[in-house]
Structure formats: structure tokens, C-alpha cells
């Protein structure tokens, strides 16, 4: 049960983070002009991704359902559900969250346009809440909770920002790509600040330390493989920065290079779904 949670975490978070950064930055990298083939690329990703994110976000709900209930069979009866949902925190905010990612697959999938990046943003603001975000009450929790929301966008711009840019570099004759590389990197550096400054945040404020420990267990040996795997996000983003200020840009080593990053952010997502299951080992005095 906790391995297909921590997998249902995984999949659901990294689809919706993909879905925001990837809005926000298709008009910011390249302008308001329409890109016929991407967009039609970008079109069908999004509604994979919509239809991926309601199918993992019901799975969700069933998967907390039976671990409150205790059994299967008690976890697929209505009552059940509606207790889960009407009861409890995560409940009511699952509820508005999979109305909004209905409606978003409902404007993905008919004539219906309104603007997308609204329903998206409120998708991933509803993620906050879940998991360590509910910890505290009062102002404290939704200080916390806002924290977090700020860190989610952060995480959400800088990989579907990645993944665009993979997309663009699979066609790089269709676009200005130094001017897309550098608008792309020139908001990354402030990406990875507002990611470090609220994970530090989330980190102090859920354990009392800077640092939990014991370093090399649980949740502080989780969280440690994640820091490592956005510091060489970061390591690879500032090389990639340095070749092109110094005019050495080979494409295909450029194009292996952003994937190898969107990779690590693939998997430092992975390991924030298995950080969430975990208790974060909060100081008693």
C-alpha cells in the first residue's frame, strides 16, 4: 500500500508540475506569436497530461480512502468516500482539486478555450495542503502552506520549462535559440533561489533544525538525495550557461545535456513523493 502511494504521489506531482511550467513558459520563451507545430505538440502532452493527472488523483483518493477504512471492500463503498471526502482535510481539499482538473480536461477537450494557466495554477496550489503542508494549524500552517505553494511553482516552472526546451531543441532551426536559452536561463537563477530559500523554510519549520538528523536515515537521508539531485540541476543549467556566453554551443551535446537535467528533476520529484509519506522528525522541545 505505501509503495503504490509514494508511486501514485510521484506521478500525480511530477504530471501537474509539468503542465504548469510548461504554460508559463511557452509564452515567456516565445512570445505571443502562434508556433503551429509545437503548439499542436504541446496541445496533446497537455491533454495526456490532464487525463494522467485525473486518473492518478482518483487513485489517490482510493488509496487514502482504504488505508482510513482498513480494507478494500469498506473503501469502495460510497459512504466511505463520502465520509473521506466530507470529513476530512485532505478530503475537502481533493474534492475542489479533482473538480478543477476536470475542468480542465473538459476545456482540453471540446471548443471550450478560456485561459488554462488559471485552472492549472489553482490545480497546483491545491497540491500544498497535502501531506507535511497540513502539519501545523492556525497561522503557522498557512504560512506554511503558502510556502509551499511557492515552492511547488518554483519546482513546476524550472521542469516544464525543461521540458519545452526540449521540445524546441528537437526542431532548433524553427527559433532564435540563443534568445530562448538565455531567456530560459535568465529566470532559472531566480527559479532555484525561490526553490532553495522556501525548502529551507519547509525543512526548518517541519523539524526545528536547519538540517534533520540522523543524517543517513529516513527522512534526512531522502531529503538528502534530493538536494543532491537539484544541485547537479544546477550544475548542469550553469555549464550550459557558460558555453553559450562563451559561444561554444554544440547542439546535440546542448540537447543530451537539458534532458540529463529534466531527468534529475524527474527523480528529485520521486524523491519529494517518498519524503511525504515520512514523518519529518519535528523536535518535541
Known sequence: MATLLVLCRFVHFIVVLLMFGACVFRPWLLGAEPQPVLDRQLLRMTRGLA??????GAIWLLLITVSMAGSWSA??????VQRVLGKT??????TWHLILNGLLVITLMTAWRPPRLPLILLLLMTLAPVGHGAMLDGLSGQLLILNQVVHLMCVGAWLGGLMLLVLILRRPQRFELATVLRRFSGVG????????????????????????TPLFSGFA???????????GMLALALLNRLRLDSGEQRLGSLRASVMVEWLLGVCAVAAVSLLGTLPPMVLSG
Request: charged share 5%; aromatic share 12%.
Open 51 to 56: 487525463w494522467t493527472a485525473l486518473a492518478s
Open 75 to 80: 473503501a469502495l463503498e460510497p459512504s466511505t
Open 89 to 94: 482535510f485532505f478530503g475537502q481539499v481533493w
Open 189 to 212: 537563477y531566480g527559479l532555484v533561489v525561490g526553490l532553495l530559500v522556501t525548502g529551507l523554510i519547509n525543512v526548518r519549520v517541519l523539524t526545528g533544525q536547519l538540517w534533520p
Open 221 to 231: 537521508l531522502i531529503l538528502l538525495i534530493k538536494v543532491m539531485l537539484v544541485l
